[in-house]
């Protein structure tokens, strides 16, 4: 197989915003208890914080973690988690039939996300609750004190605010499974007089809108229309989720599901551009695609857990080599919309869909999606550049014409570095790429970080690392162009400089 690119230094898709290399924590399951957060594990700090677990998300430069839900905050009464730990009610977590002890809540996570150089993106209840919680939350985590809210928050022994910038206005309000489900219209109202509101309260910051759970919501793309209609002035991001699963054992088709992905933005930019026009707006919606990954390996292990036991194994799924490769091109359809995804969120960070796992009282390890998902947030932040691509392309039972190739590329202006990213979809064949590199005077080849295993199904444990890259990739760069090999079904990352 055979395929040409252009990489031209003007062609310019936009400056990527770091944060789109976020992550998530979620109460649920083992992601904060026996996660981030294991008191009395031989490698807690002080705070409980386990260091493996921050060394790890550290080294993934992880730039904003949505807290604390998902489902959860749907039913969360956030003042349960602050204040004296004696004192913070076990209540039924009905999201996830769970029983939440509240021994860590908002001030941990903070605390926790900046041992991580993290931001915070901080989640509101809109199902159980509205306006009032909402705002005073806001008031807790932000206003400098001198009122109830915020001399509490000083009480709890945090004097200075915690500037919390960017606030989800509830999760997947769209979805009958949610805490509270609303109407486009229904949800549209509460979000927009709760942005009000929270705008009242503190002006710096931004506001997230709920949006499809998933492209194939009955609602898709109509309950974005409606809600906006609401929002789309009180707000600055409209809230895209998606995972995907290999069900039918079809990896081609499964390969090719970044496609779906490409078209779920387009749709949604579509959506918001069509907005802003019939509003004669001056503003224009970026996209915050705070749920992306793959999810299915774990869901009949999750049918068989019992209710109500605390922080349990759930939704630990353990991921094969094909679904990195997934997760390589959804990171790079992602950086393909770099213009108007601003923030993005890998669900979730440790242990529950994760590219982090741990063992209660034991090690920490790294799952093979960990390693696209590092690759990109280290080598992926500058400008993203348009790709032109020229490769052929196959049928699967879901898509036609899926690019065997799929590509980005992103260059760095301090370090005048270009790191390309390509999967090689082809499940026999390796791929030579030409790339057309001459407005890149001098460049050379790097490194070749290539991740590629004969096994689509192989996976990590704590114990052996059957899945991680290698730098032995075969490319070269003279007169302007770039000639690489790509091996089959292999997630590639060529630096130049
Ligand atoms: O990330 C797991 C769950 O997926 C989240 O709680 C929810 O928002 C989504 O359905």
């Known amino acids: 197989l055979k395929a040409k690119m252009i990489l031209e230094k003007d062609f310019k898709i936009s400056e990527v915003d770091p944060r789109i290399y976020g992550s998530f924590i979620e109460h649920l399951g083992r992601a904060v208890y026996g996660g981030i957060y294991e008191p009395g594990h031989h490698d807690a700090d002080e705070r409980g914080f386990r260091r493996d677990v921050i060394k790890l998300v550290s080294d993934l430069q992880v730039p904003i973690v949505r807290y604390p839900g998902g489902n959860f905050v749907s039913g969360y009464n956030w003042e349960d988690g602050v204040g004296a730990r004696e004192d913070r009610p076990r209540r039924l977590e009905l999201a996830w039939r769970t029983i939440e002890t509240n021994e860590f809540g908002t001030n941990e996570f903070i605390e926790w996300a900046r041992s991580v150089n993290a931001q915070v993106m901080m989640a509101v209840n809109l199902g159980t609750r509205g306006i009032d919680d909402a705002r005073n939350l806001l008031e807790y985590c932000n206003h400098p004190g001198g009122t109830y809210w915020s001399d509490l928050r000083k009480k709890h022994g945090y004097v200075q605010p915690h500037a919390v910038k960017t606030w989800c206005l509830g999760n997947e309000m769209d979805g009958p499974w949610q805490i509270g489900h609303k109407t486009a219209d229904e949800y549209g109202r509460l979000a927009l007089e709760t942005a009000k509101v929270m705008k009242w309260v503190d002006p710096t910051i931004e506001l997230v809108s709920c949006g499809s759970s998933n492209t194939s919501m009955p609602t898709f793309p109509q309950y974005e229309a409606t809600s906006l209609e609401h929002t789309y002035e009180a707000v600055d991001y409209v809230s895209l989720h998606q995972y995907y699963g290999n069900r039918d054992g079809d990896t081609a088709s499964y390969l090719a599901n970044s496609m779906d992905l490409d078209h779920f933005i387009k749709t949604i930019i579509s959506t918001c551009d069509y907005l802003k026009a019939k509003k004669r707006s001056k503003k224009t919606m970026n996209l915050s695609f705070d749920e992306w990954n793959v999810w299915f390996h774990s869901n ?41 995804v601003k923030i993005a969120c890998m669900a979730q960070l440790v242990n529950v869909i994760a590219p982090i796992m741990t063992v209660n009282g034991g090690g920490a390890w790294k799952q093979t999606i960990y390693y696209p998902y590092l690759h990109a947030s280290v080598y992926g932040r500058g400008i993203a550049l348009q790709p032109v691509v020229s490769s052929p392309k196959y049928d699967s039972k879901s898509f036609t014409d899926v690019p065997y190739l799929d590509s980005v590329a992103v260059f760095n202006p301090e370090s005048e570095e270009i790191s390309i990213f390509a999967v090689n979809r082809s499940l026999d064949e390796s791929l030579i790429l030409d790339c057309d590199i001459r407005s890149f005077p001098g460049y050379s080849v790097i490194e070749h970080i290539v991740l590629e295993n004969d096994d689509l199904k192989a996976a990590n444990t704590l114990e052996i690392e059957r899945v991680k890259p290698h730098t032995g990739g075969d490319s070269s760069a003279r007169d302007g162009l770039l000639q690489a090999q790509l091996p089959k079904h292999s997630w590639n990352v060529i630096r130049l400089g």
């Open 300 to 340: 009949e292990a999750d049918k068989k857990l019992e209710p109500w036991s605390i922080a349990p194994p759930q939704l630990e799924d353990i991921y094969t080599f094909e679904d990195a490769l997934l997760v390589g091109s959804m990171l790079i359809t992602l950086l393909k919309h770099a213009d108007r």
